[in-house]
C-alpha cells in the first residue's frame, strides 16, 4: 500500500513570497489532515478536511494561510505571503475514518520543509 | 484543555535499558491515546495506541501504561535498543461523538540509546 505523498520535500523562499505544498493521500482515506511542525514541538493541526468539506480550520491562519482539496483527493495548502516564523515542516496525514466509524490512525507524509529568510 | 503534556524533553538510556516517557491530559473526553516515533527527516509514525478502557496494551518490546483517574499515560519500551533513537510523541484525540477528531500533541522527546 503507498503511503501518504507530499511534495516538495524541501523549500526556501525570501518572507513576503508565496509558496505551495502538495499532498496525496492513502487511497481511499476520507480525512486528511495539515500539520505544522515547528523544530522541537510537536506537530499542531492548521487544518482537517473529510471528503472535500473542511472540518476543523479553527489555528489557520487565514490571512496568509490556505488549502484546498479537491474531489475528496489531493490537496493543497499555499502561504501567501510568508513570514519568517512559517519556517517549518509541513505535514500532511491521512485517516480511514468514515464518519464516526472510531477508526482514528492517521498515516503522515515526509513533509515538506519551509525555510523563510 | 486541550494540551497534552509531555515529559522528559530528553532521555539518554543504555543499550538494554527500559526507557520511560510520560504524558498527561486533561480534557476528559479523549479516548485515544497514541504514541508516535518519528526519525530525522521523515513523518510521524504510529507506534502503539491504547483506548482508556484498558489499562495496559503491550505489543512486543513497547507498553503502555494507562491511568484514567489520573488522566495520565506513559510508553515503556524494554530492552532498549540504539536503533529505538528517535523522537517520540504522545498524542489524544476524541474519535467518537465530535466533528473533529483531530490529533494533540505532546512536546516530543528525543530518546538516544547508548550502545
Known amino acids: 500500500e503507498a503511503g501518504v505523498a507530499q511534495s516538495p520535500r524541501y523549500k526556501i523562499i525570501e518572507k513576503r513570497q508565496s509558496v505551495a505544498f502538495w499532498c496525496n493521500p492513502i487511497?481511499?482515506?476520507?480525512?486528511l489532515y495539515w500539520y505544522q511542525q515547528i523544530l522541537g514541538q510537536g506537530p499542531k493541526l492548521l487544518i482537517q478536511f473529510q471528503n472535500n468539506g473542511v472540518v476543523d480550520d479553527s489555528q489557520l491562519p487565514k490571512d496568509r494561510f490556505s488549502a484546498e482539496r479537491l474531489k475528496g483527493v489531493d490537496s493543497t495548502l499555499k502561504i501567501q505571503p510568508a513570514k519568517l516564523e512559517d519556517s517549518a515542516v509541513y505535514l500532511c496525514?491521512?485517516?480511514?475514518?468514515?464518519?464516526?466509524?472510531?477508526?482514528?490512525?492517521?498515516?503522515f507524509g515526509q513533509g515538506t520543509r519551509l525555510t523563510v529568510v | 484543555q486541550q494540551q497534552v503534556k509531555q515529559s522528559p524533553q530528553s532521555l539518554i538510556v543504555q543499550k538494554g535499558g527500559i526507557s520511560i516517557i510520560n504524558c498527561a491530559y486533561e480534557?476528559?473526553?479523549?479516548?485515544?491515546f497514541p504514541w508516535y516515533q518519528q526519525f530525522p527527516g521523515k513523518g510521524p509514525a504510529l507506534l502503539i495506541a491504547i483506548r482508556p478502557d484498558v489499562s495496559e496494551k503491550k505489543e512486543g518490546r513497547f507498553t503502555i501504561s494507562f491511568n484514567k483517574s489520573a488522566k495520565q499515560f506513559s510508553l515503556h519500551i524494554m530492552d532498549s535498543q540504539p536503533g529505538d533513537s528517535a523522537t517520540y510523541f504522545c498524542a489524544a484525540s476524541r474519535s467518537y461523538g465530535g466533528a473533529t477528531n483531530k490529533l494533540i500533541f505532546g512536546t516530543g522527546t528525543l530518546l538516544a540509546v547508548q550502545p
Open positions: 487511497s481511499g482515506h476520507a480525512t
Open positions: 496525514a491521512s485517516s480511514l475514518d468514515r464518519g464516526f466509524s472510531g477508526n482514528t490512525e492517521a498515516f
Open positions: 480534557n476528559t473526553a479523549f479516548d485515544y
